[in-house]
């Protein structure tokens, strides 16, 4: 055998001994301080063999730093009553074990995406921020900053609870007053405020509502790059998205244009749309294509309601910063009708449209398949039956990444923070914030 596969059937082998494999045995034999980063594969998954290589640099990453976080791995489809116990419904699914909670990652398969995860959510619920330096060095480090600042109390304690359950999403910290930068000014004692976007914001309960909705609307930064993990986590803030749909790969002076106008109207405007709009941009149209069943051309200008697969386009083409916000103020006041949805009808539609686009792919990347398919099976039904299984496997695993009940999902990727300005202000008026039901039928 070559000294160089020799070499490398050794790395895999050593970074492999810190991956466990796990059998339904594990309930009985796992200790009850036990941390587990578990994958649940089937052995005939593509993406799960991808996943492999990515999953030993974790198991043996995480065992060098002396992290308390053990790695395994479950083959579902031999030990179902494990994966019925963890709720798996796609593969791979990720999942963290820690005391008696499961968590579901549902962000990238990248090394540091699940690795930021596992370190997040094994740590401490709140983490003390004791020194000025140290606060100044997290703010440096974190796009997004919730922190509680004060003693005891009950918003506190409220916070505290609130953390248990978004811990998935973002890290949360407390601190004293002494330790904020002298750009803080506080209201009220003690307080949460968040830190984002070169400023910062207190969470008022009158005008926010509950502390969770809260700070699941401000996790995000006001402008950033979404891509379709990014989308399925802006589902639970029941905000729409306001996107630039372009092609980083071959950018243009129209493009540009399009995210700078996008991002001038996310600022500008923060205070008049920051409740019921997220802004951003996305690289590509393959996923606004499945959605709208169409080829959007690039740029564009879309507004997705992310909560029901509804979606709005502008009347006309938007050139200008003014004609952007007279088409965003047409959508929140019901001028403009959502388009799409998730009904069966739609769901209908969307399968012929997957099967046409699956039969297409057939043929444009691989002919003698599309050839095989035509004179052994028929192509029609063929194909159909082959889009099916690709657009049910595909809502297999939407499902799965949007299941919620007692899971929750990753944040979002991290960028450095601008310089700390004066207070934010949200907006505030006497109408009262849609409700998700109003912003569904919108």
């Given amino acids: 055998m070559p000294l160089g596969s020799l070499t490398f059937l050794l790395s895999i082998a050593t970074v492999s001994a810190f991956v466990e494999e796990l059998d339904d045995t594990f309930k009985d034999t796992r200790m009850p301080d036990e941390i587990w980063l ?3 594969y089937a052995p005939w998954c593509t993406y799960c063999k991808q996943l492999d290589p990515v999953w030993y640099e974790i198991g ?25 116990e963890f709720r798996v419904g796609g593969y791979p699914a990720i999942k963290l074990l820690k005391d008696d909670l499961k968590y579901n990652y549902r962000g990238p398969r990248t090394k540091d995406g699940i690795m930021e995860f596992a370190d997040r959510v094994s740590g401490p619920v709140v983490r003390p921020l004791p020194s000025q ?4 060095n997290v703010m440096s480090r974190h796009d997004v900053l919730f922190v509680y600042l004060g003693g005891p109390s009950d918003l506190k304690e409220k916070y505290i609870s609130v953390a248990k359950e978004l811990i998935v999403h973002t890290y949360f910290f407390s601190a004293a007053r002494n330790i904020l930068p002298k750009a803080v000014i506080l209201q009220e004692y003690p307080a949460v405020a968040v830190f984002k976007d070169g400023t910062y914001f207190l969470y008022d309960e009158q005008h926010d509502g509950d502390l969770a909705s809260w700070i699941n609307r401000e996790r995000f930064l006001n402008y950033l790059q979404i891509d379709s993990y990014t989308l399925y986590e802006m589902g639970d803030t029941s905000k729409l998205v306001a996107l630039a749909i372009v092609d980083e790969r071959n950018p243009t002076e129209e493009s540009i244009r399009y995210k700078t106008m996008v991002e001038r109207v996310a600022t500008e405007y923060k205070d008049l749309y920051s409740k019921e709009f997220q802004f951003g941009h996305m690289d590509g149209n393959e996923y606004i294509n499945g ?9 564009s200008i879309i507004v997705l309601n992310v909560s029901n697969d509804g979606y709005f386009l502008p009347p006309n083409k938007v050139e200008t910063k003014e004609q952007l916000v007279k088409f965003i103020d047409g959508v929140l006041k019901g001028r403009i009708k959502s388009q799409g949805g998730n009904g069966y009808y739609q769901c209908f539609i969307r399968i012929a449209f997957n099967t046409k686009t699956t039969v297409t792919n057939i043929f444009t990347k691989a002919p003698l398949l599309g050839a095989f398919l035509v004179v052994v099976f028929g192509g029609g039904g063929s194909a ?5 299984c690709m657009a049910w496997r595909s809502m ?16 979002g990727e991290r960028v450095e ?3 700390l300005k004066g207070p934010g202000k949200d907006k505030k008026t006497e109408t009262k914030a849609k409700n998700p039901a109003e912003k569904k039928a919108d």
């Fill in 384 to 388: 159909m039956c082959y889009g099916l």
């Fill in 60 to 84: 043996a990453e995480l065992k060098s730093m002396g992290s308390p976080v053990n790695v395994g791995k479950v083959d579902a489809t031999a030990h179902t009553n494990f994966a019925k």
């Fill in 291 to 299: 959605l709208i069943m169409e080829e959007l051309a690039m740029p």
């Fill in 38 to 40: 578990i994958q649940f």
């Fill in 417 to 419: 923070p601008k310089q």
């Fill in 133 to 136: 330096q140290l606060f100044q």
């Fill in 396 to 411: 297999r695993n939407t499902e799965a990444m949007r299941d919620t009940e007692d899971e929750e999902p990753i944040a």
